[in-house]
């Protein structure tokens, strides 16, 4: 019987960004909605891609298992 392949949870795949060296990066939140009343400062802050804190990463490692490019 042929090894089954693991699926990747595409919801997390548009989320998370894995990048060459495998740190997982995530996008902040609050980025899109009511961005009138935010100042240019926070809005510039939201363009930034954060790394994964480690006790999430198992968890989304999990749900990406081939990586995403």
């Known amino acids: 019987m042929p090894k089954q392949k693991l699926k990747t949870h595409k919801g997390a795949a548009r989320r998370f960004k894995v990048t060459g060296t495998g740190l997982i990066?995530?996008?902040?939140?609050?980025?899109?909605?009511?961005?009138?009343?935010?100042?240019m400062r926070i809005k510039r802050q939201f363009d930034r891609m954060l790394p994964l804190s480690s006790s999430d990463e198992k968890r989304v490692r999990r749900m990406i298992p081939y990586g995403i490019e």
Do not use: A
Request: hydrophobic share 5%; proline share 0%; no cysteine.
């Open 25 to 39: 990066m995530r996008t902040k939140h609050n980025k899109s909605h009511n961005r009138r009343k935010k100042s």
